[in-house]
């Protein structure tokens, strides 16, 4: 199992409990007296576990009363109300980005209670708050894994996905690679995830570009007031994987495959290169700083292929194959 993988799967166990304090507190707080029975049936748990976690809300400080007898059960004590739920902006990003992460890798069984934390989340966030994380779930695109280390900051991310979500030009401090930090005015048109890396959308008025921001560069992201309408049908990961394999390299390959579309889509993602299908198979250009790297990415390819340039590449896969081979004589 892959580490990323592995790791949200544990991430994942510890929620399942944390939702079901969640889903109990909000059987608790519609208020009256609730027999162990039906909440265990509600909840779809055993006995055993609601006993445990009626202990855990106990322990921290929930106020749960109980009766016994025949007509006996719990509540909480009459007169007490949860406070709304006190979320920092890095803090509410990370709640929304778990649960998300959680649904874009395809766990369905967790799908259900994603959704429903989801909304029981956002049902006790201050009204201020609730509408940023929300614009933040419209806003965010994922391709491919999701890393849990890509640098960017909750507050910059809840700040760019507001300006999206009300289309209203956002004011950044962006630190360009190698240079000092900048004041950059942009209209923001979504965020995306891709090879796990957040980037950002966006017109740059500096150039009167749409381009792509690495949103780990963002030191600071404020709406301003002028529109920022996004344009129709806009799709943030196809923008940015373009973007990403179109950016300059060393060397530019241009090859044939003799396969199908949806074969070669499969096996060369977005953001390594372009694909266009001709009569005689399908066209795919390529970006590479070095031509042996370039040449051991194509020999795992299942597919035959043309190489139409650069002819250096040529020399480059005929020595791979040549090292394969003493390999496979040794």
Do not use: C
């Amino acid at each position: 199992m892959r580490t990323d993988t592995a790791l949200i799967l544990g991430i994942l166990v510890g929620m399942a409990a944390t939702l079901r304090l969640f889903a109990l507190l909000d059987l608790l707080q519609r208020g009256g007296l609730v027999s162990g029975p039906e909440l265990a049936r509600r909840l779809e748990v055993e006995p055993r576990m609601l006993r445990r976690d009626l202990v855990r809300l106990q322990e921290i400080g929930i106020p749960i009363e109980s009766e016994r007898g025949r007509h006996g059960g719990y509540r909480l004590r009459p007169g007490y109300r949860l406070p709304p739920l006190m979320l920092s902006d890095d803090e509410a990003a990370a709640v929304t980005l778990a649960l998300r992460s959680a649904r874009e890798l395809g766990f369905a069984t967790a799908a259900p209670a994603i959704e429903t934390a989801s909304a029981k989340i956002r049902r006790v966030l201050p009204a201020s708050l609730r509408m940023r994380v929300q614009a933040l779930e419209e806003a965010l695109g994922f391709s491919g894994r999701v890393a849990a280390d890509g640098g960017a900051q909750g507050g910059v991310l809840l700040e760019l996905a507001e300006g999206i979500r009300r289309q209203r030009r956002v004011a950044l401090r962006y630190a360009s690679r190698g240079r000092e930090p900048r004041e950059r005015t942009v209209d923001a048109y979504g965020l995306a995830v891709i090879g796990g890396r957040w980037y950002l959308a966006a017109l740059d008025h500096e150039n009167g570009q749409t381009r792509i921001f690495r949103v780990d560069r963002v030191l600071g992201a404020k709406l301003a007031l002028e529109p920022a309408p996004v344009p129709p049908g806009f799709d943030a990961v196809a923008f940015v994987s373009r973007s990403l394999a179109r950016v300059p390299w060393r060397w530019e390959v241009e090859l044939v495959a003799d396969a199908r579309m949806e074969e070669v889509r499969r096996d060369i993602p977005a953001t390594l290169g372009e694909i266009e299908e001709r009569p005689d198979g399908v066209l795919v250009r390529l970006r590479a700083e070095d031509l042996p790297g370039a040449a051991r990415l194509l020999a795992a390819m299942p597919w035959p292929f043309v190489v139409l340039k650069p002819v250096e590449l040529r020399t480059a896969l005929r020595e791979h194959a040549e090292v394969l081979l003493r390999i496979s004589n040794r």
